[in-house]
């Protein structure tokens, strides 16, 4: 009989090296998440703001998406909310953004509505359930506490419990059915975590 405990334990983490293509466009502070089968990478600097997109599907292969980010910029956050993968907030030529962008699992650009509910950069962002939540961030001379959250529909949610401390430039990740918002800068560095649940 197959032991799966044995074939399961056995399974690693191994590295395979630069075998994907390069990026179509050398750049850093860009935001990337997951749609189906793709990996997506968009928006960054170099000398300029950048609204590339770049995707990937599982095996490795670089696939043309030809609708870019509808504005270029960097210190943006991207997370998944069920078959698409939302680029939202950042900064770009004119200040801090508020623009969402969103692409689905066959990497066509798809309409969003509702923007972010404050423009702002340097912020994260995370899925659980079905949401991206987006939250913190900085603009206008402040930062931010504000969460903003999208559904598999697209549809801005109400986030009524903003992020206990304004703050940019922190962490966010998923673990079960909560995301997670850590660390940060307000003048100092924070080390606040606060948690969302998807119920």
């Known amino acids: 009989m197959f032991n799966v405990w044995w074939f399961m334990k056995k ?13 179509s466009v050398a750049r850093n502070q860009l935001a990337a998440a997951s749609a189906g ?9 170099d ?16 696939q043309t998406v030809t609708n870019m980010l509808s504005v270029a910029r960097d210190h943006l956050a991207a997370a998944s909310a069920g078959n698409y993968a939302l680029f939202g907030g950042g900064y770009g030529d004119g ?8 692409y689905d699992d066959t990497l066509t650009k798809q309409t969003v509505t ?5 423009a702002r950069n340097q912020l994260a962002a ?38 206990s401390v304004a703050r940019d430039h922190l962490a966010a990740a998923s673990v079960g059915n909560y995301a997670l918002f850590g660390g940060g800068y307000d ?13």
Not at 37 to 45: I, V
Not at 137 to 154: E, F, M, Q, R
């Open 47 to 62: 000398r300029s703001y950048k609204n590339t997109v770049d995707a990937y599907d599982d095996t490795l292969t670089k």
């Open 11 to 23: 399974r690693k983490v191994s590295y395979v090296g630069t075998t994907a293509q390069p990026l």
């Open 187 to 199: 003048g100092g560095y924070k080390n606040t975590v606060d948690a969302y649940i998807f119920t």
């Open 37 to 45: 089968n793709y990996a997506l990478f968009g928006g960054g600097y």
């Open 126 to 163: 995370a899925s659980v359930g079905n949401y991206a939540l987006f939250g913190g961030g900085y603009s206008g001379g402040s930062y931010k506490n504000t969460v903003d959250a999208y559904d598999d529909t697209l549809t801005k949610q109400t986030v009524t419990n903003m992020l």
């Open 114 to 118: 509702n923007m972010l509910s404050v």
């Open 95 to 102: 200040g801090p953004k508020n623009t969402v962008d969103a």
